[in-house]
């Protein structure tokens, strides 16, 4: 079965750093484009970031544009989102994607993961 398990959440301070992972099993990454999303208790499903096959990341959201970095480990079959200087309003469940598409960061991600918490707070 093609898998993508998130891990890395947590309950961070706000201005921390966290890392989310995104791991992946029965397929290889190499040849996909993977987002990354979050969604907010009653807020609609917002993409952070997207890497391209090629290893490019295309930020999604305006507000983590110089904060957050997205890149992949193609030995490891794992994408990472690194999240720096957390802010309250970053407080989210954190899904990676993968899109089979062939369209790249502007594919339909028909993949999805379990979803990791992600809490900023002092």
């Known amino acids: 079965q093609l898998q993508l398990v998130e891990s890395g959440g947590g309950l961070v301070q706000p201005g921390g750093s966290l890392r989310l992972s995104c791991a992946a099993s029965?397929?290889?990454?190499?040849?996909?484009?993977i987002g990354w999303f979050r969604q907010a208790p009653g807020k609609e499903r917002e993409g952070v970031s997207c890497?391209?096959?090629?290893?490019?990341?295309?930020p999604y959201a305006r507000s983590v544009q110089g904060r957050f970095a997205i890149s992949r480990d193609n030995a490891k079959n794992t994408v990472y989102l690194q999240m720096n200087n957390l802010k309250p309003e970053d407080t989210a469940v954190y899904y990676c994607?993968?899109?089979?598409?062939?369209?790249?960061?502007?594919?339909?991600?028909?993949?999805w993961g379990q979803g990791t918490q992600v809490t900023v707070s002092s």
């Open positions: 890497i391209s096959f090629s290893g490019e990341g295309t």
């Open positions: 994607a993968a899109d089979s598409s062939g369209l790249g960061c502007a594919g339909t991600f028909d993949y």
């Open positions: 029965g397929f290889t990454l190499d040849r996909y484009a």
